[in-house]
């Protein structure tokens, strides 16, 4: 289609109707109804200038069901069309027919406003029930991985069948998904087929097969209470993500359903809010926050929480809260015994200050051996029931 010459575009604005109409489209899209409303004017009418309009390539329509809509599309328009519209306008705008317009077109506006506040007004009791019937009850779970940044790398550790990894893709660079299990992956392979940004690994959970810190986010859901050492998990997680980089645990609050360890493999019968908290923070996880989920009527199983915890600056680098405690006793006696060797020599030069010497060498031993305790307080054991 030929662009129209500026006499073409001169000569669609040569009517004041047509002005009032570009003047009301250049800031709203409007149907033929309500601009017939606005500017008092047959149906007829309206739509013989919006036909003028569109043909000089002022405006643009579009259907949706029964109606048709208008706008005028300011950057589509070519420079020199949008210099003399500019011109034009602020002529038009000084009209006092334009000045009844513009108090006509709130009052359509907010005549869209009542209409969609008298159907929640009428539906607000039935509402929930209404949207769940048209879309699901589940859209809103879905659209929240979009709060993902688009150039992330996320984990799905312990991925199962894919459900989550499929739920991330479409909004993040890439999605790395680790499982121990062979038949799990498989079916993941087939859920996850036309999703080019994820990769599936074969790997355990306490020894993560990625790189330390190349993830920006990861999720373990409903995974650790199969894991024998949800420590070594956590730490693991904390180990492969970034700085800053956010995890998300989803698991079992406490539950007395015995069963679950003979029918399912479960090894912990759930998580306390407060176990959880201490778990994260022992693996250098700031920002911790444990909150209950609203249970479903449809569930049968325990109620969830969710943990989310971010990876603070200073990370330990041992696996669990056992390797810490050895570290620190190992750091303690490299560092204390040392100092009461260095000073035998002084001992022997000066024998008559050695005995008086020898008692502070021998004093300082127990103050290597009373650091141990501290160990043992920075220890965090936490324990499942």
Not at 57 to 82: F, K, N
């Amino acid at each position: 289609m030929n662009t129209p010459g500026v006499f073409d575009r001169l000569l669609s604005l040569a009517d004041a109707t047509r002005c009032r109409i570009l003047l009301l489209l250049d800031r709203h899209e409007l149907t033929v109804s309500e601009l017939c409303r606005v500017l008092q004017l047959p149906q007829s009418t309206v739509s013989r200038h919006l036909k003028a309009l569109a043909d000089a390539a002022w405006i643009a329509g579009r259907s949706e069901a029964t109606s048709r809509l208008y706008v005028m599309d300011r950057e589509a328009i070519d420079p020199d069309a949008r210099r003399l519209w500019l011109l034009v306008r602020e002529q038009v705008q000084a009209l006092p027919a334009a000045a009844h317009d513009r108090h006509r077109l709130e009052a359509a506006l907010a005549g869209r406003r009542r209409r969609s506040q008298a159907f929640f007004s009428s539906s607000a009791g039935r509402w929930d029930r209404l949207r769940d019937e048209l879309f699901g009850d589940r859209f809103h779970l879905a659209a929240l991985a979009g709060l993902a940044g688009a150039g992330w790398t996320v984990a799905d550790l312990g991925c199962g069948t894919g459900r989550v990894a499929e739920a991330l893709a479409p909004f993040v660079r890439r999605v790395i998904g680790v499982d121990d299990s062979a038949p799990m992956l498989a079916a993941a392979k087939r859920r996850l087929h036309g999703c080019a940004n994820v990769e599936l690994r074969k790997g355990q959970l306490e020894s993560i097969p990625i790189n330390d810190g190349q993830l920006d986010a990861a999720t373990l859901m409903l995974v650790l209470h199969h894991a024998p050492e949800p420590a070594r998990v956590v730490a693991e997680a904390a180990r492969v993500l970034g700085r800053g980089g956010r995890l998300i645990v989803v698991d079992m609050l406490p539950h007395d359903r015995e069963h679950y360890r003979r029918q399912m493999g479960h090894v912990w019968l759930g998580f306390s809010d407060v176990d959880m908290a201490r778990l994260l923070a022992a693996a250098g996880f700031e920002q911790v926050n444990i909150v209950a989920l609203p249970p479903d009527a449809r569930a049968k199983g325990p109620a969830l929480f969710v943990g989310r915890a971010e990876k603070g600056g200073l990370l330990k680098k041992h696996d669990n809260a056992e390797h810490a405690e050895h570290a620190e006793r190992a750091e303690t006696a490299e560092t204390a015994e040392p100092r009461a060797e260095s000073r035998e020599p002084k001992a022997e030069s000066r024998k008559p200050k050695a005995e008086s010497r020898k008692p502070k060498a021998e004093s300082r031993k127990p103050k290597a051996e009373s650091r141990e305790p501290r160990a043992g307080t920075d220890r965090i054991t936490v324990r499942f029931r």
